[in-house]
């Protein structure tokens, strides 16, 4: 009965945590993606000359415009959700620590998170990129050379496939990990 306790204890606040992290997600989708669109514009316009992405938040999406399109255009739109709603994987896995609220257990998340989002401003840059390299057909051939499409692509392929399910993992992994000498119960300390 107590091992049934000691598991049902974590999952429950695994449970709470990502209930807590999807509540998070959903509510400050708007603002968030804002605060993802200006810096990967930044990082994109590192690889332009001269720079003309632009990149606009707006309806859940990442709308994605350059200056050198025809003003009739349709303007492509990325899910940003998409890239982003790991942060309800990361707040479960940090919901299982034995003091999930603690002062020192809610900045190593907020470190987490900041790192978390950071992956998701590179996220945003290889799918723009990966758009621009293999969804605008001739436009796409005249400007990205083949060893760019792929890298593009691939980048964009595998974050979405792994990455984004793994940088969660790691990221809690990498915060909450005890130190060499932990091994023995004395040498653990309360998290």
């Known amino acids: 009965m107590s091992r049934r306790r000691d598991l049902a204890r974590p999952l429950v606040r695994a449970v709470g945590g990502f209930l807590a ?29 001269p720079g003309v992405t632009r990149l606009r938040a707006e309806n859940r999406e990442v709308i994605v415009d350059r200056e050198d399109f025809p003003a009739s255009s349709p303007r492509p739109g990325i899910p940003a959700q998409d890239l982003d709603f790991n942060v309800a994987i990361l707040t479960a896995l940090f919901a299982t620590g034995r003091r999930p609220f603690s002062d020192r257990s809610l900045r190593i998340l907020a470190a987490a998170l900041a790192l978390l989002w950071a992956s998701h401003v590179v996220a945003l840059v290889f ?30 392929h595998f974050y979405r496939i792994a990455g984004m399910f793994a940088i969660p993992f790691v990221l809690w992994w990498a915060f909450t990990r005890e130190g060499p000498g932990a091994s023995s119960p004395a040498g653990r300390h309360r998290s």
């Open 127 to 156: 799918s723009v990129e990966s758009l621009y390299a293999t969804e605008l057909g001739p436009w796409s051939a005249a400007h990205y050379g083949t060893l760019a499409r792929n890298f593009w692509a691939t980048g964009h």
């Open 21 to 49: 992290g999807a509540a998070l997600w959903i509510g400050l989708a708007e603002p968030y993606h804002r605060t993802l669109a200006a810096p990967a514009q930044a990082l994109i316009r590192v690889f332009e000359s």
